[in-house]
């Protein structure tokens, strides 16, 4: 694209609310170009977002910005999710709902700091990558962005470097206890792979609520005997059954409460088939509110893919999650924390009831907003020529300012 000769609005507005979390103005510059890289680079490595500005320094000033100047990314983080209760759409609510799950984020360099080779279940083959734990925040209005996470190192690793160990159910345990520490409200929900008696124990111990995916074989006490949860749903007999209806979609629900070895409190179990005659299951979720009613269960839980999946696609696709080649642990956790920014700043604007002028469209998606900050800083590139080719300058020279062949 044509090299850049002004920040986006989103990027301006965004200087303004975080521009004093930096020292010097070379820093805050850099602040502001690394974030309008993320929205519109083409490629959103430090060099690919160095290239696309008109005037900028070397791509070197920009690396050492995001791997050794002195700030404090955990400090944006804070001043980002504080921004965000501003706005009633995307403030915590009590009925707020808290996914937790993983991602991989594949890189193409082996001295990466903290990447590892892991089997992809999706490509279905092994990638080197980061593995990130993610908690995020679904609003009851249906807003969602990422709140913390915590990076899965391998056990070799940590032990070449003289670190303790965690493995994903120690990182999400400390997501959890983050969030209550933090007093942000919502119940807990994850997928089957964080659905264990640990998980389960430290968020009930913390008072909070939880609904997870249940594995068919995970083992469950009904009337005083043990079963395979699977097991025990094939005698459940389709006359008893519930239907229930969520907007167009019909499933058929049994639930109960019992007891899951070494889970230290009753749990509900809701067990989910798609057709009332099927003898297996579709889903089995697990909640520790024995009294929630069905349909509240199931609203919990299906917010899980709505704070995870978009966020994981959108900031892979359209900011730049994977592309980023720093090797240093502190590049690729600023890297991150300023994907959380940029992911932020547009869920802020999505769904408005009119279109912001700098859009000029009513914006729905992340990608909409992307290709709406691009079309504005090429209308300011070509506004930018035209006013120099006003003043007497010469084709080639404008070409040349702006670095075009």
């Not at 999650?321 to 604007?349: D, K, N, P, W």
Request: hydrophobic share 40%.
């Amino acid at each position: 694209m044509p090299a850049i000769v002004e920040f986006p609005t989103l990027v301006q507005q965004a200087l303004t609310e975080y521009g004093d979390l930096f020292a010097t103005e070379p820093a805050r510059q850099h602040f502001a170009e690394y974030l309008t890289g993320l929205f519109v680079a083409e490629h959103k490595t430090v060099s690919g977002i160095n290239r696309e500005f008109a005037v900028t320094t070397d791509q070197s000033c920009l690396n050492r910005w995001i791997t050794q100047v002195d700030w404090d990314a955990q400090g944006l983080n804070e001043r980002r999710l504080a921004s965000l209760q501003r706005a009633p759409s995307t403030r915590y609510a009590a009925h707020g709902v808290i996914p937790i799950d993983n991602t991989l984020i594949d890189h193409d360099g082996k001295l990466i700091t903290d990447v590892g080779w892991f089997w992809d279940h999706a490509e279905k083959r092994h990638l080197i990558a980061h593995d990130y734990l993610i908690a995020n925040y679904v609003c009851p209005s249906g807003k969602h962005y990422p709140l913390e996470f915590r990076c899965f190192r391998k056990r070799d690793q940590c032990d070449a470097r003289g670190e303790p160990f965690h493995d994903h159910t120690d990182l999400c345990i400390e997501l959890i206890d983050w969030v209550v520490d933090q007093q942000i409200p919502g119940a807990f929900t994850f997928d089957s792979y964080f659905t264990n008696a640990a998980v389960l124990n430290a968020i009930q111990s913390r008072g909070r609520s939880y609904v997870g995916d249940l594995k068919f074989n995970r083992k469950v006490v009904v009337a005083g005997q043990d079963w395979k949860v699977a097991e025990w749903a094939a005698t459940i007999p389709a006359t008893a059954r519930r239907r229930v209806t969520s907007g167009d979609r019909t499933q058929y629900a049994f639930t109960k409460t019992v007891r899951l070895p070494s889970v230290h409190h009753p749990v509900r179990l809701v067990v989910l088939w798609k057709e009332q005659a099927d003898s297996r299951p579709a889903k089995i979720l697990v909640t520790n509110r024995t009294w929630w009613e069905i349909n509240r269960i199931l609203r919990t839980y299906r917010q899980r893919w709505t704070g995870t999946e978009p966020f994981h696609r959108d900031g892979k696709q359209q900011l730049g999650m994977g592309e980023c080649q720093l090797r240093s642990r502190e590049g690729q956790t600023r890297h991150l924390y300023l994907v959380f920014l940029a992911y932020s700043c547009i869920m802020v604007q999505l769904q408005q009831a009119r279109a912001q002028e700098w859009a000029q469209t009513r914006l729905m998606t992340v990608g909409e907003a992307c290709r709406a900050m691009l079309r504005e800083t090429l209308g300011q590139t070509l506004s930018w020529a035209v006013e120099r080719a006003l003043e007497g300058w010469t084709m080639p020279q404008i070409k040349t300012h702006l670095a075009l062949p």
